[in-house]
């Protein structure tokens, strides 16, 4: 039977039994091997206890996303079988524990092999061995289900290696423990009937990676990364799924002195990130969907005072509590109008874990450059989902501060006068920007309020000074339109003449990259796609220069209403005819697009509503 | 009680307060106590000797939060409820500012009651000043959570039925480490209270009564300035806690039983307000602040204030080195 | 000289000094004796001293703005004087305390009239009448400033009857005193030179209006009463300019057993708002800028639980604490995305008085029958302006409360069994309404969360209950689309065809109504107009079927960034080629809107942008 | 104290407190400390014979949180730290209901420590219950306001560096009316002091120790079922406050003396927490409720609630006479 170049290993189970771990390792296992994974999460609001899973896509090229059909389904109690065994392709494995599952009783493919793991005698054989407590080495039962890479053609010397990575430290007393269970599980595996013909097996890479070149980790990390480069030194946050793992992934670092402070409230959040800002230190708040409207007004405050702060906004499933742990793309129009008034945001949207560095690190350049809050939207999907990438670009990197003013060069110690002079913060320029003081710098005593106030930051009413002020403020969204790359704003893919565009944003973007290839191999269709990354300032004439040359535009999006769409009307009134949602609180998969694209250049629909994935 | 402020006192007697006082109006009523809180912090800047732009004074929103804007220091007026947060933000990355919050009664233990109680779980080393008057001045009269159940300033069409919170004891319950009050009008005592708070190491809470004559006919500069008749005896309304034996500094931060002990006596003290009002420190503790505490943690603090820490170098390069940060990631 | 029909007196001096009450007075006069008005407020966010003003227009037909020249300048001190001199028309009149003012050190057209009032004799002439004491007769200042009605020829019996209509209840004991002052005053201007030949004396009004047949009040006041009307019964708020002015004036009317709860801040205000709903009573909040950006997050809950909360939002000059006391309409986009996530939202915006009635009236009928928030978006401008305006029409109001189920039919109290029945609250409809059942009826027992939840309001994450629920509760926003009448959607004035229309919304809808026959009278110009009162739903069929036929579209708001226009791209593609607006916070009068028009008739100007007042 | 409960206890022995259990299940860790509250609750509603229907039960968001979805009373699951204000508009609209709030110590004196605070003033006739356990159970085990400075449940990386609040001083100084502590799995003491509290009239706070197993393994079940050793002698971890003849009731609220004795009484008692842990109630009094006050000023509330009172006809006219509304406005 011929190797495969693309298989799908799922494992389940109740939350915090050890999934997560599993799955990690599994993960590893394979990139150890040379593979290529993208791994997604799908858990409950609930510590213990309600169903969650974990699905692993691994691949011989790089891969951005899953697609819904699973090859080997790695169990060990009832509940997963039940749930997920019949999304089992034909032929594909279910691993399970005879003593609770009975696989006869299964809604499945009736050719999907059945592997029955024996785990209570692998657990009672370790502890024979061991001479350890069985219900403590319950535990490795994750460590077994990964051994399902045995199936897959992978050599043990991968698992083995795996282990060894991922226990380190404070952890590494564990490894012979799961070694020997990871072994066992191997073994027996390999000596289960069907294993022979099982038809999953995989390719072995052929241009294997370096050892080293590459990092297995999800968005929120590589946005944590980003801020760490980006010489951030303040992250406010109020605990929030999924924003919150950014925030655990910076205090697990305190060697780079990053003061990463838990807050009352968001409230809090946001207003200590202002007031952080003006001392000069980089600082960011991160939150989800109900923290960051609880922000409204701070954004707000940072916007009439042109201070840099920086937002990250992870989005769930709204709206209110909604679906706490499960993806959505639905802040993206409030994040572009929240706050009363009209004041200048930069709004971005990572779609990939390259992407959620850059844009981390990029977030800070452009805050400090206009001098005004920068949203960064990324979803849950992006957040939570585990990539093998290459290593990041660090070289192109560069700092930019904007105008800073500095120390009054008059100023002597001396004489108290000279750091006691005043300095306009807010001077009306030709470009909107104005050099910025930091507090405590002599020479530079100015004043801020949410009011409107002058170039010194007193309080004004007066029209003529509010008319300037506006216009000022207002106006270096124009600046950054014209500055910021144009790969910054927007990436298009695929070639430039196509029956479909496609237009989505965010963690979709992977989705669509997988799908583009297989619209051309599989079904010879010309599909390009363009990702819009820069949501304030909006390239619009990009856009519509795009979206005009364009036979057939369908954007794809995880929310009810199709916000990208609105915007792209709202900023170039080009008014997108097939529409493409997702709001079930699961991502899409390439699956997904292909099928979509197919349906819409087929049948012309003008909405098609995806609701794949448990 | 140790201070870092020594070193900071390089300018004392280089100026005087009258130069912090800026060309920006307030524009209070006359006879507000707003004029005389400013004046007393001016003053107690001036005599601290403090560099006027090593101090980062932060106001809320409200009559009181325009003080911010009139005087000649970094000054920053926040939003309405949230000058804890963006003074905290200021400190925590900036230690070596000097960090005054102020803002009034209905900013700070009405919609900031929050960040009021949280302040005073981390003992960040600043000052936070709370004008007293009762009521919500700026938006004209209306009750303010220190106002009494049952009280009716003339600003209100009917008596308050909301009771008053004890902001002193409410801050010992939630471990602010300098607790005190004094009076708008009594400039020598509220200098003298401002710059034992400033002087502190930790946080520390000055609640001053401020007559709003425009809105509070109850509470009034004559309220103040007036005597209580005892046992046919008179008394000056206000009195120092001082002059009465009361000593409301723990000796020994470390003795629980004495902590305690003055803990105890700051609450029973906080609710002596009906006849006489007794003004000065409450309450005061030496425990170690939280940008101290940060350091244990954060290995970097030690050396670099957080905004200190240098992370590009002259060609804007970023310097920071990302191994340990990928470190679990690589494969 | 002929009489004129149309003339503006200004009132100014520091806050605090009695400027309003001598602007109430002036406006009561003028309306006693017939005349319609239409008055206009300036001041700023502080308490005593700094310089307000209003300005009153009297008219003898209904008039509905004001205009930017004035007639009658009434001081009584310098800096009024100072400021507002030049505003004045060729022989208009100024009214001054010789004591202070110099004329001839003012800017002023050079035939003004000048007529210096010795307010300080009148003063001393009382306190020798009365006895009583100067300081306290000083305030009289401000009855004095009204007799200037003289000037206008309009007799004292008028300033009589006004002032006893004002001083009712336990202000009774002011009359004689302000009878006498006003008297004086009165003679005093009429002995003055250059008395007879003022030429802007009104004319007499026709067909006075029945006394008792109109209402002399402003906007603030108008949503108050409509609330009343509509049974409202527990309303919060947090003290902020402008919106505390509906709250004290529902305060001010215990007898209606209106609740009206000061809470700590705003999160408290919505949420309590939300939770009173539950219960059945009709419940409000109301709030301006800053506390509407703290109420996203319990928008949302309101939305997700299909709450019908009231929530009034008295836009003011923003963003952040912005311009207090200052007009603005710039919460349009943030409160049509306010809240994270996809929920429906009713928005709607009156434009005068009687809509200020109506549309508080039927926000609780669309919050009850569509069972979701309703944002009432006022301005500044409509809420502390004052108009005469006929009674408003209460005969054609209906309640309607919606879909309620009331307590089971089951229910035997008897038998607690019957009362502990479980209830469908969220029951999966056609039309997307559920039967609402209230807190504490027997029999209907059901839960609520922000969660995505089932029919019983369990928290559910089920991808297929989700799918139904999102659809469930935004289609609800279709059917309000249907259901509501179009005049309470959009309004149309002039004639259908023309060569210009404007499309405006909330208070500017006066200057423009005034604007239309100006610019057909004096400059033989068809304009038509288009208020949109219904923000979302949006009405785009009609909007987009109006805006294609007319030649040139322009709109007139006030806010930087043209929300409306947005809005109405976003929602119709139509790209509106010319704007009108204005961002110094103050609002747009007949003057500007009749020559904002002909400049775009005239020079096709794609951005027009208005500054006029002080 | 007096209460208007009687009369709603008309299903007294007609229903069993498991009927109140729902088939939702809330989902929680094995022995965790929300499954002993509330099944308390359910019992004390039971017991009180409270008319389920009538008992309107909202809680925070939170594990805590989900306990109103599985009480078969009306529930609401607010959001995160708002349940008090939810709590608030549905009494003062509807009386007639007997309203209970709940949530975990992150909702209730963390993000909604305001609410808390202002909750107190008020004094409305109802029952805050706070699950107290020293870290946000939901978000994984972060640091609650209760932990105390130092601590490091297995959760944390690190040491807490913040303070904790002393919520039952912070409840007396802002005057809540019935302040109590009390265990998850003290099942009995749990049971009668939620009925006391709902029975109270005024604003009641139960602060519950609530173990939670999977974050917090400093305050275990076992910590609190265990024993203290002093001089040599062991006595149980926690105790009741009637056990040693403390009596936190205030007999006449009208006596300032008594009022104030109890009051400094509570304050003291509220910091006895470091070894042994007494439960009970630490303050009562019994003053005049909100919704009582509200009747003086509102003369239509004294015969009708505002939920009830009519504004339309059969035809759904608005019956509403506006006469006195619009008087000052007709010319
Ligand atoms: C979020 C928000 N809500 C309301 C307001 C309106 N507001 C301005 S000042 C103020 C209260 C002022 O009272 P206080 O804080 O006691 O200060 P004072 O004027 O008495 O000095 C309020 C409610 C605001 N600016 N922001
Ligand atoms: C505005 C907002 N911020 C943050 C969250 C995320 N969140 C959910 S539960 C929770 C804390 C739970 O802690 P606690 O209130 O102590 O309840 P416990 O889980 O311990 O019972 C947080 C922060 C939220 N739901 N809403
Ligand atoms: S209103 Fe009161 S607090 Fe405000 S400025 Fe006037 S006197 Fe001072
Ligand atoms: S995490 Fe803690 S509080 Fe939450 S359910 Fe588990 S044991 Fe209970
Ligand atoms: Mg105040
Ligand atoms: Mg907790």
């Known amino acids: 039977m011929s190797r495969k170049t693309d298989v799908c290993w799922m494992i389940g189970g109740p939350q915090g039994s050890g999934v997560d771990s599993s799955a990690t390792l599994y993960a590893r296992t394979m990139a150890v091997a040379g593979y290529w994974v993208y791994g997604k999460r799908e858990y409950h609001s609930n510590i213990k206890g309600k169903h969650s899973y974990f699905q692993i896509r691994v691949n011989t090229e790089?891969?951005?996303?899953?697609?819904?059909?699973?090859?080997?389904?790695?169990?060990?109690?009832?509940?997963?079988?039940?749930?997920?065994?019949?999304?089992?392709?034909?032929?594909?494995?279910?691993?399970?524990?005879?003593?609770?599952?009975?696989?006869?009783?299964?809604?499945?493919?009736?050719?999907?092999?059945?592997?029955?793991?024996?785990?209570?005698?692998?657990?009672?054989?370790?502890?024979?061995?061991?001479?350890?407590?069985?219900?403590?080495?319950?535990?490795?039962?994750?460590?077994?289900?990964?051994?399902?890479?045995?199936?897959?053609?992978?050599?043990?010397?991968?698992?083995?290696?795996?282990i060894l990575e991922l226990f380190s430290g404070r952890?590494?007393?564990?490894?012979?423990?799961?070694?020997?269970?990871?072994?066992?599980?191997?073994?027996?595996?390999?000596?289960?009937?069907?294993?022979?013909?099982y038809g999953f097996k995989l390719v072995e890479v052929s241009n294997k990676p370096e050892k080293g070149s590459r990092l297995l980790m999800n968005g929120a990390a590589a946005c944590g990364v980003g801020k760490l480069k980006a010489g951030c030194r303040f992250q406010t946050y109020y605990s929030i799924t999924p924003a919150v793992d950014e925030c655990i992934y910076l205090e697990e670092h305190p060697e780079y002195g990053i003061v990463v402070y838990q807050a009352e409230d968001e409230l809090a959040a946001?207003?200590?990130?202002?007031?952080?800002?003006?001392?000069?230190?980089?600082?960011?708040?991160?939150?989800?969907?109900?923290?960051?409207?609880?922000?409204?007004?701070?954004i707000g405050w940072a916007g009439i005072n042109e201070v840099p702060t920086v937002v990250f906004n992870y989005q769930r499933g709204g709206p209110s509590t909604g679906l706490p742990t499960r993806n959505e793309q639905g802040d993206l129009l409030f994040a572009l109008h929240t706050g009363h008034g009209d004041f200048p945001k930069i709004v971005i949207a990572?779609?990939?874990?390259?992407?959620?560095?850059?844009?981390?690190?990029?977030?800070?350049?452009?805050?400090?450059?206009?001098?005004?809050?920068?949203?960064?939207?990324?979803?849950?999907?992006?957040?939570?989902?585990?990539?093998?990438?290459?290593?990041?670009?660090?070289?192109?990197?560069?700092?930019?501060?904007?105008?800073?003013?500095?120390?009054?060069?008059?100023?002597?110690?001396?004489?108290?006068?000279?750091?006691?002079?005043?300095?306009?913060?807010?001077?009306?320029?030709?470009?909107?920007?104005?050099?910025?003081?930091?507090?405590?710098?002599?020479?530079?005593?100015?004043?801020?309020?949410?009011?409107?106030?002058?170039?010194?930051?007193?309080?004004?009413?007066?029209?003529?000074?509010?008319?300037?002020?506006?216009?000022?403020?207002?106006?270096?969204?124009?600046?950054?339109?014209?500055?910021i790359p144009v790969d910054r704003q927007y990436n298009f893919y695929g070639p430039s003449q196509a029956d479909v565009t496609i237009v989505a944003w965010g963690s979709t973007k992977g989705a669509v990259i997988d799908a583009l290839k297989v619209l051309e191999k599989e079904h010879g269709m010309k599909v390009n796609f363009l990702q819009?990354?820069?949501?304030?300032?909006?390239?619009?004439?990009?856009?519509?220069?795009?979206?005009?040359?364009?036979?057939?535009?369908?954007?794809?999006?995880?929310?009810?209403?199709?916000?990208?769409?609105?915007?792209?009307?709202?900023?170039?009134?080009?008014?997108?005819?097939?529409?493409?949602?997702?709001?079930?609180g699961r991502p899409i998969s390439e699956t997904e697009v292909v099928a979509a694209v197919k349906e819409v250049a087929e049948k012309a629909s003008r909405k098609v509503?995806?609701?794949c994935g448990h | 009680m140790v201070t870092n402020l020594q070193e900071k006192a390089r300018y004392k007697g280089s100026y005087?307060?009258?130069?912090?006082?800026g060309d920006y109006s307030p524009e209070w009523c006359p006879g507000c106590g707003d004029f005389g809180i400013n004046g007393a912090l001016q003053q107690a800047i001036a005599e601290l000797g403090l560099p006027p732009w090593e101090v980062a004074f932060f106001t809320g929103v409200g009559c009181s939060g325009k003080a911010s804007q009139a005087v000649n220091t970094y000054g920053i007026h926040t939003l309405h409820g949230r000058v804890l947060p963006y003074a905290l933000g200021a400190k925590l990355t900036n230690p070596n500012l000097v960090v005054v919050a102020a803002g009034g009664d209905g900013d700070g233990y009405g919609i900031g009651a929050g960040h009021f109680l949280h302040a005073g779980r981390r003992n960040v080393d600043m000052t936070y000043i709370v004008f007293n008057n009762e009521v919500y001045g700026l938006t004209k009269g209306q009750a303010a959570p220190t106002l009494a159940l049952g009280a009716q300033p003339k600003s209100l069409p009917l008596p308050n039925i909301s009771q008053a919170i004890n902001p002193l004891a409410v801050a010992v319950s939630c471990g602010y480490t300098f607790i005190a009050r004094s009076y708008a009008f009594d400039g020598k005592h509220l200098k003298e209270t401002l710059m034992k708070a400033i002087e502190h190491r930790g946080m520390a809470l000055v609640d001053v009564f401020q007559p709003c004559p425009t809105y509070n006919d109850l509470h009034t500069k004559d309220y103040y300035s007036g005597v209580v008749s005892f046992e046919g005896v008179e008394y000056p309304r206000t009195y120092y806690l001082e002059d009465t034996g009361y000593n409301g500094v723990v000796e020994n931060p470390t003795d629980p039983a004495e902590v305690s002990q003055k803990r105890q006596q700051a609450l029973q003290k906080a609710y002596e307000v009906e006849e006489r009002v007794p003004l000065g420190v409450y309450f005061q503790v030496g425990l170690?602040?939280?940008?101290?505490?940060?350091?244990?943690?954060?290995?970097?603090?030690?050396?670099?204030?957080?905004?200190?820490?240098?992370?590009?170098?002259?060609?804007?390069?970023?310097?920071?080195?990302?191994?340990?940060?990928?470190?679990?990631?690589v494969v």
């Open chain 1, 62 to 162: 790089p891969v951005h996303s899953f697609i819904d059909p699973i090859h080997l389904l790695a169990t060990f109690e009832k509940t997963t079988a039940q749930i997920h065994a019949h999304e089992l392709v034909p032929g594909g494995a279910l691993l399970y524990d005879p003593n609770t599952v009975d696989p006869d009783a299964l809604e499945m493919e009736s050719s999907v092999k059945r592997f029955p793991i024996p785990y209570d005698d692998l657990i009672k054989n370790m502890a024979d061995q061991t001479g350890q407590n069985m219900v403590k080495l319950a535990i490795t039962k994750n460590t077994i289900s990964v051994a399902a890479a045995a199936l897959q053609g992978v050599p043990f010397e991968a698992v083995e290696t795996a």
């Open chain 1, 171 to 197: 952890r590494a007393k564990a490894i012979p423990i799961n070694v020997l269970a990871a072994r066992q599980a191997y073994e027996c595996v390999s000596r289960l009937d069907g294993f022979e013909d």
């Open chain 1, 270 to 298: 946001i207003n200590m990130t202002n007031g952080a800002v003006l001392t000069g230190a980089r600082s960011s708040t991160a939150t989800s969907g109900p923290g960051f409207s609880l922000m409204a007004e701070g």
């Open chain 1, 350 to 483: 990572p779609g990939d874990m390259h992407e959620c560095f850059e844009d981390a690190f990029y977030s800070f350049n452009y805050a400090e450059r206009y001098q005004t809050p920068v949203i960064v939207l990324v979803d849950k999907a992006l957040a939570n989902s585990t990539q093998s990438i290459a290593q990041f670009d660090e070289a192109s990197l560069r700092v930019d501060r904007g105008e800073l003013c500095g120390p009054s060069p008059d100023f002597n110690p001396d004489d108290v006068k000279t750091g006691m002079q005043l300095y306009e913060r807010f001077k009306i320029t030709e470009s909107g920007i104005s050099p910025r003081p930091l507090l405590g710098e002599p020479g530079r005593v100015h004043w801020l309020t949410g009011d409107e106030h002058d170039p010194l930051g007193h309080i004004t009413e007066k029209p003529e000074i509010r008319l300037q002020m506006m216009e000022k403020r207002m106006k270096k969204l124009d600046l950054a339109s014209q500055e």
């Open chain 1, 532 to 584: 819009i990354r820069m949501m304030s300032p909006f390239p619009s004439e990009a856009v519509l220069d795009i979206l005009r040359q364009a036979k057939t535009v369908l954007s794809i999006e995880s929310n009810y209403s199709g916000q990208l769409a609105q915007l792209i009307r709202l900023r170039t009134g080009f008014d997108i005819q097939h529409q493409v949602l997702k709001w079930t």
């Open chain 1, 609 to 611: 509503v995806l609701t």
């Open chain 2, 16 to 21: 005087k307060f009258s130069q912090l006082k």
């Open chain 2, 288 to 329: 170690p602040t939280y940008d101290e505490l940060l350091k244990q943690n954060l290995p970097p603090l030690r050396e670099h204030s957080p905004v200190e820490i240098p992370y590009h170098d002259d060609q804007m390069k970023p310097t920071t080195d990302l191994t340990s940060a990928l470190a679990s990631f």
